[in-house]
């Protein structure tokens, strides 16, 4: 599969997300300004590509200012820095990615803010080392939830945290991968995942170019699917992990753990450290993104409910640590209690 985001003739080139599965189309981005808006309109999703996305932005932000008559003024470039920052990281809140490389790159700035010439290539080559660490972080977790997996499994799955949410490999669908490259057969059932139907769109595509067998059900079927044992487990990725495990995802999730719990079948959650967010103590304390509600009253143009009608559009819930069997990351598998496993990884988190 062609890269989702890549750094192409000092451009940031990005698959239209949004019109598959009917179209493969690759934009290429040549501000931050239009890399901010790809992020906060979806062009591009997924924690981790989100992150990639951002520092991309980020040094795209910077080289943008070259030759420039103020590189010379007192301070300019500071301000830049933030204004560039602050405009990629106002994008989507719950991504805790987001801030994670936007964290990163300040760090390159700070480093090297005294010759602008030499940013501008720090910064690249850290958007860059970004991006490829990423795709072995994933194969990292697949490897490590893999053995969760028995041969003959079929995994039920929510949104997409496949290779089209990361660098290209995926971290529940990673897991997915994995167990098969080892020689597992893995079966998958997708929820569609309203209202963006990320499920659908996205994760049917990517397992069918695959060659993974997968199953495509709507997400009002899922209590069904678990009670009739078509799964044997439940594997979603994440946008955020709090200090004791509340993890946030794509809304539905809840929903999911909620009936994986009542009929006994495990719910694993794969995401690299840079997910966890050690600094937010339980679920309460991440932000949730709303997004507009024509994603609810309208479908590609074609409205599915009255204008005037009021809809709640959270785009992420979260789902309390109890209800979690294990958290998969790439330097192990994490198992209740949640929170001292998490303090226990702190200092491994990538920096």
């Known amino acids: 599969m062609h890269p989702v985001i890549e750094w192409k003739d000092g451009a940031v080139v990005m698959l ?39 520092a991309y932005g980020i040094a795209l932000g910077m080289a943008e200012l070259k030759g420039s008559p ?35 790159m300040e760090d390159v700035y700070t480093e090297h803010r005294g010759d ?6 720090e910064l690249l080559a850290a958007a860059e080392a970004l ?7 994933n194969r990292a977790i697949g490897r490590n939830g893999s ?10 799955t929510h949104c997409n ?22 020689g597992k057969k893995i079966r998958v059932i997708a929820g569609e995942t309203r209202p963006y139907l990320q499920g659908a769109r996205l994760t049917v595509w990517e397992l069918q170019e695959d060659g993974i067998p997968v199953t495509l059900v709507t997400d009002s079927m899922a209590g069904l699917v678990m009670n009739k044992g078509m799964a044997q ?40 450290l840079s ?23 309208n479908f590609r143009g074609q409205a599915t409910a009255r204008p005037q009608t009021t809809v709640y559009n959270p785009a992420f819930d979260v789902t309390p640590a109890g209800l979690i069997t294990a958290i998969i990351t790439e330097e192990k598998v994490l198992f209740p209690e949640f929170g001292p496993a998490i303090a226990a990884l702190q200092g491994l988190r990538r920096k």
């Not at 560039?84 to 936007?102: D, E, G």
Request: charged residues 25%; glycine residues 8%.
């Open 161 to 182: 945290a496949g290779a089209l949410a990361t660098a290209g490999y995926g971290t529940a669908l990673g897991v997915v991968r994995a167990a098969v490259e080892s």
């Open 233 to 272: 487990a439940v594997i979603v990725g994440a946008d955020r992990v709090a200090a004791n495990g509340d993890t946030a995802n794509k809304i539905g999730t809840y929903s999911l753990a909620v009936l994986a719990r009542y009929h006994g079948i495990p719910f694993y959650v794969a995401a690299p």
């Open 116 to 121: 602008h010439s030499r940013l501008c290539r």
């Open 275 to 297: 997910t966890i967010d050690h600094e937010t103590a339980d679920g309460a304390g991440i932000p949730i993104e709303e997004r507009d509600k024509s994603e609810v009253t």
């Open 147 to 156: 053995d969760l997996l028995r041969d003959g499994d079929t995994v039920l």
């Open 16 to 54: 239209d997300q949004r019109l598959l599965p009917a179209e493969t189309k690759f934009i290429a981005m040549r501000s931050h300004l239009e890399v901010a808006g790809a992020i906060r309109d979806m062009v591009i999703r997924g924690a981790p590509a989100i992150g990639i996305a951002a």
């Open 70 to 104: 103020g590189l010379d003024q007192p301070g300019f470039l500071d301000r830049s820095f933030k204004a560039v920052s602050a405009a990629i990281t106002s994008t989507r809140p719950t991504a805790v990615n987001l801030f994670w490389a936007a964290a990163r």
């Open 131 to 137: 991006d490829r660490a990423d795709f072995e972080i």
